[in-house]
């Protein structure tokens, strides 16, 4: 009897029918070849021509008997079973993601002060100078055993500001956080934002010690650009030194970095610079150093607003670039593609940041505005708290039409919830609009990471089919517009308290 067939009681033919997933993403290639990715299962395979057929066939059918020849499709998740309800599915996967009580993430921001004078920073150049004081880190320390109780897994980070302007806070809350977590078997792992200047060895030595295992650090380009962008509060530059910190502690296996590097539409040759450079100090995935892109967005009304930013289309192209070339370099492994993106402390019901004088925000944007807080280590409560935290809580990504029907929603999650939530806060359409690079660059991104594997080469690539955003629209289907997050943020404003 051929696969998935039996014959019922009743002498019915009872084979199980098979539908093509909603979630299978298919770039047309030269040759009548495909890429299939699927985002929920996250397989990815190379079609020619008559499995290529096989998924029309399906396609024109709707659904159709599961036979042999879709054994691959069925394995790889771009054919499912008809009977199910696929989005239920990928809601419910996001669900327990988001409500999983056993992980807890918080964030903690010991200072907002910082040695910087970045030209775009969300916090302008009037920073506070406040640190956490002892009462307030004591506070924090409470909180965090009695809320790490009955976990199975813990992750810190250390945001600011500069955190390493505040490292006793760092150490301190690190090592209580660290014995109540090895004391009562639960996973514990950190990481760092950081400008990277005050990195030196004997602070990494220290970082290590309160297992932090990464840091990410931005590095805006070759020397001159850096330096123009993210000098020290008294102008002076701080590329050397953090290029040597880099070093030195990579060298010594101390620490992991990840290093991004923001882009807009004035720094693309000093990024390839900067590539370069990197690599002639033979740093590389191999000793610890990767690199990453991100958008310079305008989001905080502090910031100095946005006039180089890039629309997300030409971002997504010249992320393309990039990555390319970081990868020939051995800066970045594949080019993968995420599982829920969106899902960060703002969304996580157990998760928050903690910023220097003891309150709990949700969000690394909101940081700034202690109008926007949800509760604080001192566990005193103001009614908007209840409000802001309850507009965290009943934003999902399932609950606005254009994110469910986005054949991205398992990787993307809505990419980023301050951006529905707090809509008015941010600012211009690149800093309004949530969409990631991947959904303007799906197709660019997995031809990259089928030619790394050596799957195809560039005379595959059909300019005409292949790109992401055509003439007559995109891949990934309907993106958010300012009309679209406007109508849910005013929603999320106007629910009753
Ligand atoms: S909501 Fe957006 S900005 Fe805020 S922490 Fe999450 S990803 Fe970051
Ligand atoms: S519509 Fe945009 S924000 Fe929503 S899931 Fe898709 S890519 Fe992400």
Redesign the pocket.
Known sequence: MPDGQFQSESGQDARTRIKPSNYTILVPLKNDRKLAYNTVSQAFAVWDKADGQLWDDLDKAGDLPFGAAYRTFVQGGFVVNAAEDEFRTVRRNYDRARHNDGHMMMTIAPTLSCNFGCHYCFQGLDKPLTKMTPKVREATKDYLLQHLRGRRSFHLTWYGGEPLMDQEAIWDISAAAIKYCDDNGIKYTSMMISNGYKMSVPVAEKLKKARVGKVQITIDGDEEMHDSRRHLTSGRGTFQRILDNIKAVTERGLLKVSIRVNIDGQNEDQARALLDILERNKLGIRNGVSVYFAPVESVAEAADGCTSCLPKTDYADLENRLHLLAFEKGLIGMPKVPRHLGLCTAVKPNSYVVVPNGDLHKCWDTVMDPKLRVGSVFGGTRKSDGRTEAMWNAWS?FENE??SN?Q??PA????CAFKFVHNDYASGETGKL???SL?FNMAEQLFLRAKTRGFVSDDDWDQKNSPTVKGDGMLTGN??TLASVGAVHDALQDMPS
């Open positions: 990504p254009v994110c986005c991205l929603v993307c999650a809505g990419a949530p969409c990631p959904k993106r958010h």
